[in-house]
């Protein structure tokens, strides 16, 4: 979840020559503001904004040459950051792991959202996670995880999309399962890589390995910290104590979407990293024995962050989503 953002995508987005052009809000009326980054000079124009309250977009363009929109859109009291790219028939939300967003998914944005790819890929920072981190963040279990859910829809429903597909990995695994079966009408198909269900004994021991963020590799550190600044080791903290808390809960005794997986009707892709240090296999083993609709897929060699170094990740789910274009559950 921590382990492998890049970068890249946000330093082409904000830095550099060229142009970049500038959504700003008023009222019902959008200031068009075109940005020479070279000579400084603008021009103005008004456009009407969409389903929103409120939404600063940003045309990007990443190493790839892919062109997208990022901007924020209030949602549920919240103003949440967000990427788009492409415009094909097949919508996509990414939903991303512990304190990440949108810079998680470089590799699936440069594959998805290219061109003729037949999908509009949709990425964003969760509430309290990169920019999104202006809004409050409950850790407390295990309610941040429907919050979340609540939040992707209400996102998605202010972009437009009322059907889609989902993907996530680790936390955001764990979200997107609980979304599917929360809002059974609005998702296409499901992929999870890296999900927790539920917790045992082993998943704390391997978690606690990463509670000391001095311990992290220096480059996974060095990004967070770009986001977060002094507060990293207290939003960890906060995040690690909400999961152990779920662990501890009397009444959830570990369990985290048990009954969600067994009422997911669309269907689901799981992917796993055979070499997974941080998701035991069981976790694996409950989703193929609970799941009414579902391919499995082991990477051989696959880590935990399997979407950044697996050639065959992004085929693989591209084939299952077009298989299943469309609901048949």
Same mark, same amino acid.
């Given at each position: 979840c921590i382990f492998a953002t890049s970068?890249?995508?946000?330093?082409?987005?904000?830095?550099?020559?060229?142009?970049?052009?500038v959504l700003g809000v008023?009222?019902?009326?959008?200031?068009?503001?075109?940005?020479?980054?070279?000579?400084?000079?603008?021009?103005?124009?008004?456009l009407t904004v969409f389903n929103a309250?409120?939404?600063?977009?940003? !045309?990007?363009?990443?190493?790839?040459?892919?062109?997208?929109?990022? @901007? %924020?859109?209030?949602?549920?009291?919240?103003?949440? #950051? =967000?990427?788009?790219?492409?415009?094909? !028939?097949?919508?996509?939300?990414?939903?991303?792991?512990?304190?990440? @967003? %949108?810079?998680?998914?470089?590799?699936?944005?440069? #594959? =998805?959202?290219?061109?003729g790819s037949g999908y509009t890929f949709i990425s964003y920072d969760p509430r309290g996670y990169g920019r999104?981190?202006?809004?409050?963040?409950?850790?407390?279990?295990?309610?941040?995880?429907?919050?979340?859910?609540?939040?992707?829809?209400?996102?998605?429903?202010?972009l437009g999309f009322k059907e889609y597909s989902l993907m996530g990995w680790c936390e955001g695994g764990t979200c997107a399962i609980i979304t599917a079966a929360t809002f059974p009408d609005a998702i296409q198909s499901l992929v999870?890589?890296?999900?927790?269900v539920y917790l045992q004994k082993t998943d704390l021991e391997l978690f606690h390995k990463l509670n000391n963020i001095e311990t992290w590799e220096p480059k996974a550190r060095a990004?967070?910290?770009?986001?977060?600044?002094?507060?990293?080791?207290?939003?960890?903290?906060?995040?690690?104590?909400?999961f152990i808390s779920v662990y501890n809960d009397p009444v959830r005794q570990g369990d985290i979407c048990k009954r969600e997986v067994r009422e997911?009707?669309?269907?689901?892709?799981?992917?796993?990293?055979?070499?997974?240090?941080?998701?035991?296999?069981?976790?694996?083993?409950?989703?193929?024995?609970?799941?009414?609709?579902?391919?499995?897929?082991?990477?051989?060699g696959g880590k935990h962050s399997?979407?950044?170094?697996s050639s065959s990740f992004n085929n693989i789910i591209d084939k299952f989503l077009t298989t299943h274009n469309t609901k048949v559950c």
């Open positions: 970068l890249r995508l946000f330093i082409n987005a904000y830095t550099g020559g060229g142009k970049r052009t008023c009222g019902k009326q959008v200031s068009h503001l075109y940005l020479d980054m070279e000579s400084g000079n603008h021009s103005t124009a008004e309250t409120k939404s600063n977009i940003v !045309p990007l363009e990443n190493d790839m040459h892919l062109e997208g929109k990022s @901007g %924020t859109i209030h949602v549920n009291g919240v103003e949440l #950051y =967000f990427e788009r790219y492409g415009n094909g !028939p097949h919508a996509i939300l990414c939903m991303p792991g512990a304190l990440g @967003g %949108t810079l998680s998914f470089v590799p699936q944005i440069n #594959y =998805f959202g290219r061109s999104s981190k202006s809004s409050s963040r409950v850790y407390s279990s295990p309610l941040y995880y429907n919050i979340d859910a609540k939040d992707a829809v209400g996102l998605m429903n202010a999870v890589w890296g999900p927790h990004t967070l910290e770009k986001y977060y600044g002094e507060e990293l080791p207290l939003l960890w903290r906060k995040w690690f104590d909400g997911i009707q669309c269907p689901t892709l799981v992917l796993h990293g055979e070499e997974d240090q941080l998701i035991p296999f069981y976790q694996v083993e409950f989703l193929r024995n609970n799941l009414q609709n579902y391919q499995c897929e082991i990477i051989q399997l979407h950044f170094k």
